[in-house]
């Protein structure tokens, strides 16, 4: 034991190095507060209705509180078969959020490193390099969890890879087992899919170079350990898979069902949508200069020494006035500090460090290993893609050819897996410099990377519009839009948008005086360390502090202490309107807020069922009613059959709003008089333009066999919900002739069952996304429940899948200390 403790001393202290990092940068956390993310918010109020229902210790798998209704297990679910989500939820436990996940950032990171041998302090400063890569932080502020989380395992699966390909199959496989459970439960799917296409390159080199040196049996192994890997990990995770490949069909990303009224695709998501957040080919420069295009968009970086608000105290402006008026303009387009190409706009750049930017290049110039081609084919892939509607041409074919890349939007976030690379290839470098037996040569090629990164640095000092304009492309529609606002005053509006350019060009200048004295400072220590003026162990230090320094600078440009606040009971205040509303005791009902955009609404859901809400997973079928019948106000035919018993108005301030009670909503189910059958999504949507729902109901053609005929009217046929759970809704009907109802729930057949008298009975689509039924005559009790063999049976896989991973990597742990224990008798 004493040995063992021995062998793994520095580990510890790097541990409790990293222990302290996290407890001085996030310490408000350590005080009980919680970050103030907007994402965060969103999220809390998707989740509403879940997790009332998790208070009663009830599992819901449907919500009603969004969008009239959609999966539950497409914003929480509890997977508790799933040993991945156990895993997470020790992480979250631990300690104070966001610090579990950096931990995982550190610690993941730092495992890389010991897998390509480097010494520790050394794996600890590349960890600190990607952990503190601005993009992670940024993340972080925003709330943007998931992603941030699913980045944090980028680096052990590739370690796990790395150890299978060099013969330790099972601890390789059995590690990539795990951290793939992991990476695929933290459900973003659009940074798993990033990994993917660096790991096909890695995969393709390494299949190159088996067949060069006639080594494919070994490599063919080591590819079907990974495979099996992730068979497994896809069969840990099983449910959740199934269910959001099931769901993905329906959902917003899925096939289009118009043609002829929709802007969207046919298949996937529009391009001009998935191509927003695009990277623009100079901000590439940020990686070195993280101000090189203005930071991000907001008046944050604007002050009283700004030549902005000059241009306002110039005018007889008192300072405080002057900067509020500079502040103010910076929300017009064009005319915010940030003059880059992303729309609709930035939270920060990709900034990898001024340090590793030099050693990256050194990296090129002398690292003889076959993962620098993997680095750099990783890196310019990635740039390519992240240039989206900025540069097409490679996101274009990626985009026609490459199966689910039209799912996912914001492509400059594929820049994450290059805020890995940066970091190895800059490392790799260094341990290269350690094995090097020639090392005169070094000096030079040292010299030749100093050249071009400082030289590239000084460039942005001296004359930066050599390779910056400052100008963004829409700065003259900006400089319209003030003139405007100022009343035809173009005078002051180009003399503020000149102000706005020299304020752009001293920030990246400043900067850029920054960045040249990291890579300065860089370059002594590694030209120590070849000239072996400095100890390996003071190098490695040395390198620590200085990475860490660069990038913690900018880090709290953008997660810093004011970005925490005290925990409250809720985040979002009730409104007058909201305090009216709840007085009504009805189970089910909705809520239209005209005052909200209705696909990003994150108040209402706080407080009622309602017709808008927040996610990205919304359905389809619902999206394109939004778009074509929300369009120009909402027909009063729509908000009647979705139950929309009240409506939130503007004021006549328009700085408050008024509730109007929708005395015309049709309710929770209702028997109607007549069925419009009509060929076709188009023709449906079109028909709700101008239909009474209470008295009829569209719908496909193809239905018309399950809806039968509607008798002769019952005048007193009732139907009525008597049991509210958002996946087990009960009704009462009483009808002498028996007829067809509508109910006022969204419609989705891979789950929800129709029982009558607990007899299972099929019902159909009206009204483009509704549920209804032929209802025989008499009284009788209509049941919905909602139970999707993907959730269930999936989780039977997730259990099988999770105790064979246990068992596996018991194996692989205990067969690792065998070989350990057989090696040390032979010696």
């Not at 940068?25 to 509403?48: C, N, R, W």
């Not at 509508?742 to 891979?750: A, H, L, N, T």
């Not at 039924?773 to 999936?794: C, D, L, R, T």
Request: with cysteine; glycine share 8%; hydrophobic share 45%.
């Amino acid at each position: 034991m004493m040995d063992w403790l021995k062998r793994n001393g520095i580990h510890f202290a790097v541990a409790g190095v990293f222990l302290v990092l996290c407890f001085l940068y996030f310490s408000p956390a350590f005080q009980g507060k919680t970050l103030g993310q907007g994402d965060v918010l969103g999220a809390q109020s998707t989740q509403k209705e879940i997790m009332d229902y998790r208070a009663r210790d009830t599992t819901i798998l449907w919500t009603n509180q969004i969008f009239g209704g959609m999966p539950a297990y497409q914003i929480w679910a509890p997977y508790s078969a799933n040993i991945a989500t156990h895993i997470i939820a020790v992480i979250g436990y631990a300690v104070p959020n966001p610090v579990g996940m950096v931990l995982v950032f550190l610690f993941g990171t730092y495992f890389l490193f010991n897998v390509l041998k480097l010494n520790p302090w050394l794996a600890a400063a590349g960890a600190v390099a990607f952990t503190f890569t601005s993009y992670n932080m940024i993340l972080l502020a925003a709330g943007h969890t998931n992603q941030a989380f699913a980045i944090a395992f980028f680096a052990p699966i590739i370690a796990s890879i790395i150890l299978a390909l060099r013969g330790r199959y099972l601890l390789g496989a059995s590690l990539l087992a795990l951290f793939l459970s992991i990476e695929i439960k933290v459900n973003h799917l659009q940074m798993t899919y990033y990994l993917m296409l660096a790991i096909l390159i890695l995969l393709g080199i390494e299949l190159y170079h088996a067949i060069k040196n006639k080594t494919t049996a070994s490599f063919l192994k080591s590819l079907g350990y990974l495979l099996a890997a992730s068979l497994l990990a896809f069969a840990v995770n099983a449910s959740t898979l199934w269910s959001t490949y099931e769901y993905g069909k329906d959902s917003y990303r899925g096939k289009s069902n118009l043609s002829n009224s929709t802007k969207e695709p046919q298949n996937g998501l529009a391009k001009d949508y998935i191509y927003q957040y695009s990277q623009g080919v100079a901000e590439c420069l940020t990686f070195l200069v993280p101000n090189a295009s203005g930071g991000a968009s907001g008046p944050e970086l604007i002050d009283q020494n700004s030549e902005t608000v000059k241009v306002f105290t110039d005018k007889g402006e008192q300072p405080g006035q002057a900067l509020n008026y500079a502040q103010q303009i910076s929300s017009f387009p064009g005319l915010s500090l940030y003059w880059g190409e992303k729309r609709p706009g930035t939270s920060g750049p990709y900034y990898f460090g001024a340090s590793i930017c030099l050693l990256f290049v050194f990296g090129l110039i002398i690292v003889k290993s076959r993962l620098k081609w993997w680095l750099l084919g990783t890196v310019v892939l990635t740039m390519l893609l992240s240039f989206g509607g900025n540069w097409p041409y490679v996101s274009d074919i990626f985009l026609k050819y490459f199966p689910l890349y039209n799912k996912f939007r914001a492509v400059e976030s594929i820049l994450a897996v290059a805020g890995l690379c940066f970091p190895v290839l800059a490392f790799l470098a260094i341990q290269e410099v350690i094995v090097a037996a020639d090392k005169k040569a070094l000096v030079k090629k040292l010299l030749l990377a100093l050249y071009i990164t400082g030289g590239l640095v000084l460039i942005m000092i001296l004359v930066p519009e050599l390779l910056l304009s400052f100008r963004p492309s829409d700065q003259l529609s900006g400089v319209a839009s003030l003139t405007q606002a100022l009343k035809g005053d173009a005078a002051m509006a180009n003399a503020f948008a000149n102000a706005v350019v020299k304020d752009r060009a001293s920030l990246e200048r400043a900067d850029a005086i920054r960045s040249l004295v990291f890579v300065l400072v860089t370059f002594g220590i590694v030209w120590a360390l070849i000239r072996q003026k400095l100890s390996l162990a003071t190098v490695s230090l040395l390198l620590f502090a200085v990475v860490l320094v660069d990038l913690w600078q900018v880090d709290k440009r953008y997660l810093k202490d004011d970005n925490f606040t005290d925990k409250q009971e809720s985040a979002v205040p009730q409104r007058p309107v909201d305090i009216e509303i709840a007085k009504d005791t009805d189970p089910d009902f909705r809520v239209y807020d005209a005052t909200a955009a209705i696909k990003q609404d994150v108040q209402n859901p706080f407080f009622h069922k309602t017709l808008g809400g927040y996610s990205a997973a919304r359905m389809k079928r619902y999206d394109e009613l939004i778009d074509n019948q929300f369009i120009r106000g909402a027909n009063p035919a729509v908000l009647n059959m979705l139950n929309a018993k009240y409506v939130i108005i503007p004021d006549s301030s328009k700085q408050g709003q008024v509730l109007l009670p929708n005395p015309d909503a049709c309710g929770n189910a209702w028997f109607i008089k007549n069925i419009k059958y009509v060929d076709g999504a188009d023709a449906e949507m079109k028909a709700l333009s101008s239909f009474s729902p209470k008295n009829e109901a569209v719908a496909d053609k193809s239905y018309q066999s399950i809806a039968g005929k509607i008798p002769a009217g019952d005048t007193a046929s009732t139907i009525k919900l008597v049991a509210y759970n958002p996946d087990h809704m009960v009704y009462k009907s009483a009808s002498k002739t028996g007829g067809v109802a509508v109910f006022s729930e969204v419609y989705y057949d891979k789950g929800w069952k129709m029982l009558i008298d607990g007899v299972e009975k099929p019902y159909f689509r009206a009204d483009y996304l509704l549920r209804a039924a032929q209802i025989p005559a008499g009284e009788h009790k209509v049941e919905f429940v909602f139970h999707p063999a993907s959730y269930y049976f999936g989780e039977d896989i997730s259990m099988a899948g999770s105790v064979l991973l246990v068992l596996l990597l018991g194996g692989a742990v205990f067969g690792d200390e065998i070989k350990k224990m057989m090696g040390k008798k032979s010696a």
